[in-house]
């Protein structure tokens, strides 16, 4: 019995708590009415909301909400049963819904939507973007315009308005009207097949953007031809051997840009390949290289490195070194080679290189000696903790002639 | 005599002092050593980039990637996907301090201006919010040849919010909205140039329709415990886990005719939004054995997880949507249980901040899994009249008198008549000790109050899970505190003592 009373006991309990939490919703509810009719604005307008309410709610707020975020308005006005909320201007500028919601002890009495247009009337901004800022000329490369107008309180105008383009090349000015979609229009901007620069603008609502700019680079190299140069062709390790080419053009008769990387292969008589670079200069590169010291016959062909090849030309130097003197003095361990005497029986330019096979009277090798010539002259001297007395063979080299000589070193 | 033992005194007193002088100075030194080699990281100088992931992880997702400029890089996209997250992220931020930090890494110069006047004007009057986003669905409409501009509508982003006016929570709201972004790519940051609300489009996503049917049929007729192994109580899947043990645990359950367990899930050990795979490993190991042995596994997330705060809201859904996707099919899952006695932190952490969080959350869950029904553990049956709508069967604790709970169960069911209702937690310590002045039950007591409490329940057809299975030799200080007399008697509550011998009381709590 007692269960089944305490049961309705509870039951009355919980019936008249929760009326309790309801009622004072009821009650307490201020009636609120939104007086203003108007939905629709342009940004920049000045905004109110008035609200019919009594006396005593005075303390409603307001709540608005935009892409950007939230305030909590307090009434700047109330009087005669009446209360007025000015938006602020981060509210009334942005355009796009703004939302608002009456607050009352933490209840939202009434809420709502204005609708801001964008204020074309006022003035047009235009940001553009041009990129990328260069291409190489040819079909298949382009640069895109994006142009983003907005109005004077920076919101983007609405999509389908009218955007015209103008660029500009060589004497051509070609101009055409876009229409903008998701904030901005884009026009992509086509490459030439001339090398040179492309000037672009573009224009909406009467305001003119700033002048932008890429540039059309020439396309690859195409094959060269190169021819080499020098003052003589001897072989003296002295004098220098220029390479140039011709003009180096891409696929449209551009002149390749300026500082592109040739390589030029040399490959000797030995099957050595020595190599050198050089950089285009209006489309003329030129290489240098020290002519060999003794006679060579030289194949060479240039590279633009994964673009384009040359001719192969050939290059035959002569021997300039005819013949050297040796003389052996201090029992035999003394040896004087030169003087060398080059093509017009000049002394040699410094740095000629000679080198001294030595072996024993076997024909066993003990030692390499080497040396460069200083005033077209050089000197060994084989001294005696380095060879002891005995019948030697030595065999010199330099400017590719070999002579052999055997001899009894002796003495100290 | 006296001399010599001045003279040792002295002597000790001085050696005492040298030392003591001694040890001052290379403390001293050391001290100085160690400030000199404190500061900033060496690399530091690197200016690397502080990975954001452990801030704010709404769920976002790109479901269009066509567009008329640029075929869109994964590299490019990762980028984009998280500086625009950075810009939210900053802007919640902003608005919650009132502090212009950070907007100007994520804004152009025209956009952080009206961030910046709506900052001025909500310190002006002194309100102030805290936000967070919950979905983002973006939609790629362009992006531009050199990659430095894309333009993209984020659809539907949930977003959420409390207004507060000086400390005074005034009202939070939940709505969705949709956005059209621009964002520039300036010094390496994707900034957010336009930010537009538009018209949300039509959602055409069919939507599955919750089926949950069968299991609250199973909910009704729970006979269950809840459970921890006996060397590892409250670390189930801590470094003790041993499925041999599980296993013959399991048995034990079984064969006294139960029919479901608890389980608990915590929030730290399983990694936080990075939930570590090992651990979901061996959740689902847990979840094969409990199918081999006949059992339904009740789930509780989020132990010992107690901030709620909004600021971090996205990283618990990341951790819950994780686990909830890796075991949602596994058939020997019952029920998804969101927080232990919740009601417990209403005190300190406020009540309306505790009840949005598991607001949110049911809804996620209920959205991520729709096959199985969702509850909250409340600690009293009184406690548990919260969000009974929005949960789909009642879970309440009950550790007060038997003779009491009757008429506790009977205002419950009269206030909440529809759903059915899971006495979750209830038992009896069998300590009587010096702790509590052996005031406390005796196993002799603890088998009185189980048959009071078995015969309650058998009559009223009540579903109950009883805690627990074993008396614990250690309880992590966690749970209790470190102070004996209070947590003492968190070692006793089970139905077998600490070496598995059967206590008096396990006899009545087998059905078979």
Request: aromatic content about 12%; hydrophobic content about 35%; some cysteine.
């Amino acid at each position: 019995m007692y269960f089944r009373l305490s049961i309705v006991f509870y039951i009355i309990i919980l019936g008249c708590s929760s009326k309790k939490e309801q009622q004072p919703t009821q009650k307490n509810a201020p009636k609120i009415e939104l007086l203003s009719k108007k939905n629709n604005f342009v940004a920049g307008d000045s905004i109110t909301l008035l609200f019919k309410t009594e006396a005593s709610n005075y303390n409603i707020k307001l709540q608005v909400k935009n892409a950007y975020g939230n305030t909590l308005l307090s009434p700047s006005k109330k009087e005669n049963n009446q209360i007025l909320f000015s938006l602020p201007k981060n509210y009334t500028r942005l355009a796009g819904p703004c939302r608002w919601k009456v607050l009352y002890n933490k209840e939202i009495l009434l809420h709502g939507k204005l609708d801001i247009k964008t204020n074309t009337s006022k003035a047009t901004y235009i940001e553009s973007y041009f990129g990328p800022r260069s291409v190489t000329a040819g079909y298949n490369d382009y640069s895109m315009l994006t142009i983003s107008p907005t109005d004077f309180y920076d919101n983007p105008l609405d999509d389908g308005t009218e955007v015209t383009v103008k660029y500009q090349f060589l004497e051509n000015i070609t101009e055409l009207k876009i229409t903008t979609q998701n904030f901005f229009s884009f026009y992509n901007v086509r490459s030439t097949l001339k090398s040179g620069r492309i000037l672009v603008t573009s224009e909406c609502n009467g305001t003119t953007s700033k002048e932008l700019t890429t540039i059309v680079y020439p396309s690859n190299a195409t094959n060269f031809s190169i021819q080499a140069s020098s003052a003589h062709n001897y072989a003296d390790g002295n004098q220098i051997l220029t390479f140039t080419s011709d003009v180096i053009k891409d696929e449209f008769g551009n002149t390749v840009s300026n500082g592109t990387l040739v390589t030029f292969i040399i490959k000797n008589e030995n099957n050595a390949h020595l190599y050198t670079i050089g950089t285009t200069l209006n489309g003329i590169v030129e290489a240098k290289t020290l002519h060999p010291d003794k006679a060579s016959n030289w194949e060479v062909q240039a590279f633009v490195t994964g673009a384009a090849e040359s001719n192969t030309i050939e290059y035959t130097f002569k021997s300039a070194i005819k013949d050297y003197p040796v003389t052996f003095s201090k029992g035999n361990r003394n040896i004087d080679i030169g003087p060398f005497e080059s093509f017009m029986k000049q002394l040699v330019p410094d740095g000629i290189l000679l080198k001294l096979d030595i072996y024993d009277k076997d024909g066993k090798f003990i030692e390499t000696k080497k040396t460069t010539t200083k005033n077209g002259v050089c000197t060994i001297f084989l001294g005696e903790h380095f060879l002891p007395q005995g019948d030697y063979i030595l065999k010199l080299e330099a400017a590719g002639i070999s002579k052999e000589f055997k001899k009894n070193i002796h003495g100290n | 005599m006296a001399i010599k033992l001045n003279k040792a005194l002295y002597r000790t007193i001085l050696i005492a002092t040298f030392i003591a002088i001694n040890a001052l100075i290379i403390f001293g030194i050391g001290s100085a050593w160690a400030f000199m080699n404190t500061g900033a990281d060496k690399t530091s100088m690197l200016h690397l980039e502080v990975p954001m992931e452990d801030v704010y992880k709404p769920n976002m997702k790109w479901v269009n990637l066509e567009n008329p400029g640029r075929p869109m890089e994964k590299q490019a996209l990762g980028e984009i996907t998280n500086d625009y997250m950075n810009a939210w992220h900053v802007r919640n931020i902003a608005y919650k301090k009132n502090d212009r930090y950070g907007i100007e890494d994520f804004y152009t110069d025209s956009a952080r201006v009206r961030l910046y006047d709506h900052i001025d004007l909500n310190l002006k009057n002194n309100n102030w919010y805290k936000r967070t986003t919950l979905n983002h669905t973006a939609s790629l409409d362009f992006y531009t040849a050199d990659g430095t501009m894309v333009v993209f509508k984020d659809c539907n982003v949930e977003e959420y919010q409390e207004t507060y006016e000086g400390k005074k929570l005034l009202f939070k709201e939940k709505d969705t909205t949709s956005y059209q972004v621009m964002m520039l790519l300036e010094d390496g940051f994707w900034r957010i140039r336009h930010l537009k609300e538009i018209p949300a489009p039509i959602d055409t996503t069919k939507i599955e329709k919750r089926n949950i049917k069968d299991k609250i049929k199973k909910i009704e007729t729970i006979k269950g415990i809840n459970y921890y192994p006996k060397d590892s109580s409250w670390d189930t899947f801590g470094k003790k886990f041993n499925d041999t043990i599980i296993k013959q645990d399991f048995k034990i359950i079984n064969n006294m005719g139960l029919n479901t367990i608890r389980i608990f899930i915590q929030y730290e050990d399983f990694g936080k939004n990075n939930v570590n795979p090992k651990k979901l490993a061996l959740l689902k190991k847990v979840l094969d054995i409990a199918q081999e042995t006949n059992l339904d596994v009740l789930i509780t997330l989020f132990d010992f997880y107690g901030d709620y705060d909004v600021s971090n809201w996205t990283l618990t859904h990341r951790h819950a949507e994780t686990i909830v996707n890796a075991v949602k099919h596994h058939p020997a899952l019952l029920a998804w249980d969101i927080k232990n006695e919740p009601d417990l932190d209403f005190e300190s952490r406020e009540k309306q901040r505790v009840i949005g969080w598991l607001e949110q959350m049911i809804e996620n869950i209920k959205a991520w899994d729709k096959h199985h029904p969702v509850t909250i553990g409340w600690s009293s049956p009184e406690a548990s009249v919260e969000l009974a709508n929005n949960v789909d069967f009642i879970s309440f604790h009950y550790y007060r008198e038997p003779s009491k709970f009757i008429d506790a169960y009977s205002t419950l069911r009269a206030t909440i008549p529809t759903k059915p209702k899971v006495l979750q937690e209830y038992g009896m310590s069998s300590y009587k000790g010096l702790w509590n002045f052996y005031r406390g039950a005796d196993e002799q007591e603890q088998l009185e109050y189980y048959t009071e409490m078995q015969s309650i329940l058998k009559q009223e057809k009540i579903p109950y899970m009883f805690w627990t299975l074993y008396d614990f030799k250690n309880v992590p200080s966690s749970v209790a505190g470190s102070l004996p007399w209070k947590s003492k008697k968190q070692h006793f509550f089970g139905c077998l003592d600490t070496i598995g011998n059967k206590k008096p009381a396990f006899k009545v709590l087998s059905v078979n």
